[in-house]
């Protein structure tokens, strides 16, 4: 049947047919794969964005770590230089029984009796103790502990022991204690406390 003999209705008809079909395979066939096709862009772009706020992220963690080992590097660099002198303990040692007798001697405090005690290696540092007694005026033994808080070089107080000498004279203070001071270990930090990797801190630092 041709579409002359086809009345004015049924051509409406057929022509709107075509026309839906020609949409609808226009659509299947030219809109669905470029939105499927979009859709495969954008997630790639949101993924690919994802991955470089997370490569951002990381470089500024790592630029922090960075700095953060800057300033620990920069702190044990500084912390060396307030070492005692001398590389053997039974030489430091020495230093320290040096330094606490002058600094007991501008304060007015007399040493009483001093003895080495046994060192301890903790991480990349000796400890390098000395037990002293020493006897003075409550002021002169204040004063002492504050001039030794401000030495050059690193040391802490344990083991601190106070009392009077006399009921006659209650002034008169007798302190024994154990002033402790570091020196760099040989072993580069293979003692006993692996984990620490630099002397503790002594009173005020």
């Not at 495969?40 to 993924?47: D, F, H, N, S």
């Not at 690919?48 to 470089?59: D, I």
């Amino acid at each position: 049947m041709s579409l002359v003999a086809l009345q004015p209705r049924e051509r409406r008809l057929l022509i709107v047919g075509a026309i839906v079909a020609a949409g609808i395979l226009g659509y299947m066939y030219g809109v669905e794969p470029l939105r499927a096709h979009h859709e495969r862009v954008q997630a790639l772009i949101a993924g690919r964005e994802e991955l470089l706020a997370r490569q951002q992220r990381l470089l500024a963690r790592r630029d922090r770590y960075a700095q953060e080992r800057e300033a620990l590097q920069a702190e044990i660099a500084q912390r060396r230089t307030r070492l005692l002198p001398g590389d053997k303990p039974p030489l430091a040692a020495s230093e320290l029984q040096k330094l606490v007798k002058n600094t007991a001697q501008d304060t007015g405090v007399e040493v009483r009796s001093e003895r080495i005690l046994p060192t301890t290696e903790r991480g990349g540092f000796v400890e390098v103790p000395v037990e002293v007694t020493l006897s003075g005026p409550i002021r002169a033994v204040v004063a002492f502990l504050q001039r030794l808080d401000a030495v050059p070089v690193q040391v802490s107080v344990q083991d601190f022991k106070l009392r009077v000498v006399s009921v006659a004279a209650p002034r008169e203070l007798l302190a024994t204690l154990a002033v402790t001071g570091y020196i760099a270990s040989s072993t580069g930090g293979e003692g006993e406390s692996r984990g620490r990797s630099e002397p503790r801190r002594g009173p005020g630092t």
